[in-house]
């Protein structure tokens, strides 16, 4: 056995114990067995630079991949009803670069449910909001859908909200045949491919009554400007008794009908008071207030671009 007392400090001594003397024995076994050596600096440099290297790699090959591909870090956070913004991770903010090239493009917007509105504010008038408007016209269309005889073979589907448009909104003064204001709604559109035209009464949230109008309004003679067939609603306060006595003044009135490409321009006159109409994607719609008893229709005159008469309503056999 080597004598290791010097290099190890375990060498016999004197005045050890025999189990003293066995003990250092088996240490100078192990510490020949585990001898140092000269610490292996450039192994462990070069381990180090390595690692480093491999970290800045996946660091930056992240990175890259964020930037490449922004669309579908960010979708996965879209939340929708924040006006179309993207909402980034809680846990930090991206890079400056990176945000920019985040940045989400503006979508087209969707129309939320309901019908779409009218072209000009004017035709919803005295206040009546489109989404009041919409609420009368589901109600409307929920009546009809459960009072059709369902056997009945001239049931027609009306659809849904969403498949029309708002022409007109107005108020509804109440008469004999149904006492209490209200509102009523003029809404167009083409449920199943056929185009309809609904007048909707509703008061106190309640649908009172459903028109409607289907199918080409095109006929010979007509002309380019067609009064609906139901538009009569609009100004006739009682059912019962036509166009005069009794009214409750002011009383609201309205006009609604189609046009033709060609007609640019549509005027409606009753009681010494003309309005000039909207046109609404081939619809007219004219609203006013009578101050007084008039026992005339309301009269219709079209007009083309260069202002020349295509249409009197006194000249339509079918008005009225």
């Known amino acids: 056995m080597r004598d290791m007392g010097d290099a190890t400090g375990y060498g016999p001594t004197d005045g050890d114990t025999e189990f003293e003397a066995r003990l250092r024995e088996l240490l100078e076994e192990q510490t020949d067995v585990l001898g140092t050596s000269e610490a292996p600096y450039a192994t462990i440099v070069r381990q180090g630079r390595t690692s480093r290297r491999r970290r800045v790699f996946a660091a930056g090959a992240g990175l890259a991949a964020l930037v490449a591909v922004p669309g579908t870090a960010v979708a ?6 924040d006006g179309g913004q993207a909402v980034l ?8 670069a990176q945000a920019s090239a985040t940045q989400l493009q503006p979508s ?3 129309r939320a449910s309901g019908p779409e509105g009218p072209v000009t504010p004017g035709q919803l008038a005295d206040g009546i909001t489109l989404e009041r408007a919409a609420e009368a016209l589901e109600g409307c269309l929920s009546f009809d859908a459960k009072h059709q005889a369902a056997d009945s073979p001239f049931r027609h589907d009306l659809g849904k909200p969403e498949d029309y448009r708002v022409i007109l909104a107005l108020n509804a003064t109440g008469d004999m045949n149904s006492p209490g204001d209200g509102i009523r709604v003029v809404a167009v559109g083409t449920p199943g491919g056929t185009p309809v035209r609904l007048i909707c009464t509703d008061k106190g949230g309640e649908t009172q009554g459903v028109s409607t109008s289907s199918g080409d309004t095109g006929a010979p003679g007509r002309g380019p400007v067609v009064p609906d067939d139901n538009a009569f609603r609009l100004y006739k306060q009682d059912g019962a008794t036509g166009p005069g006595l009794p009214y409750h003044f ?3 009135w309205g006009s609604v009908g189609t046009v033709e490409r060609g ?18 994607h081939g619809y007219f719609a004219a ?3 009578l101050a007084a008893a008039e026992d005339s229709l309301p009269h219709i005159k079209g007009y083309d671009a260069a202002g020349k008469l295509v249409y009197d309503s006194t000249q339509d056999k079918a008005y009225e």
């Not at 996965?76 to 009803?81: A, I, S």
């Open 287 to 289: 609203t006013g207030v």
């Open 89 to 96: 991770p809680a846990h930090g903010a991206l890079p400056s």
């Open 76 to 81: 996965m956070h879209y939340q929708p009803g």
């Open 108 to 110: 087209a917007p969707v």
């Open 263 to 280: 007609v640019a321009k549509v005027t409606v006159s009753w009681g010494g008071v003309t309005r000039q109409a909207a046109l609404d």
């Open 250 to 252: 002011p009383f609201r």
